[in-house]
């Protein structure tokens, strides 16, 4: 059976509510997701959570799915998307957080830095890695996508490009000033002025 024919039927499975076929279909998806995600939020416990979020929304919404794109394009879309709206909500709350205290109770100052620690960033370069991903969340959102799934996930042009619904053009030219702004954000990080 070919490979097209297996999602196929995985799809039509998944749309007649086979509860079977939806656990096959996270566990062989799980990791895809949770890096995704991961990559956009920097936060395991979020990471999780939206992860779980964004398998509810392909279970409630896959009879809409149309085949279109793979199912893997579909799915990647699911995971970006819920992972940008999760960080708009987080926004949204820190933007009424000043109405919280500052300080914690024995008036010391409270910072919340994250452990971020994604599974492809190995032990000796975990405070490069958060400057970088500290540096890709200033980007605007459509380089930050287009950043994250070639660079960080490993998706080609031509994969980011039906992911975003965009030309691959567009992607290129998103990537190229990504990298740019990155450099540039970087630099002091880095010391690129020599």
């Known amino acids: 059976m070919t490979k097209a024919l297996v999602e196929q039927e995985l799809i039509a499975r998944l749309k007649a509510g086979d509860g079977i076929a939806f656990k096959e279909f996270v566990e062989t998806r799980q990791s895809l997701v949770y890096n995704t ?10 990471a999780e959570d939206v992860t779980q979020d964004v398998f509810i929304k392909i279970f409630e919404s896959i009879g809409q799915f149309k ?5 893997s394009t579909w799915v990647y879309r699911v995971a970006v998307t819920s992972a940008l709206e999760f960080i708009r909500r987080k926004k949204r709350k820190k933007r009424f957080g000043f109405l919280s205290p500052i300080l914690g109770e024995d008036n010391e100052l409270t ?12 032990l000796d370069n ?6 970088l991903f500290n540096a890709i969340k200033q980007l605007p959102e459509n380089q930050q996508i ?17 992911v975003m619904k965009t030309s691959l053009s567009a992607v290129e030219s998103l990537l190229h000033r990504a990298k740019t702004n ?13």
């Open 37 to 46: 995600v991961l990559g956009f939020l920097q936060n395991a416990e979020d």
């Open 67 to 71: 085949g279109e794109s793979a199912l």
């Open 111 to 122: 910072l919340d830095l994250p452990d971020f620690n994604h599974p492809g960033v190995a």
């Open 126 to 131: 975990r405070e490069k890695a958060n400057m």
């Open 146 to 162: 287009a950043f994250v799934l070639n660079k960080v996930e490993g998706l080609s042009y031509q994969e980011v490009s039906a």
């Open 182 to 194: 990155l450099k540039e954000n970087l630099k002091n990080f880095y010391n690129l002025d020599q």
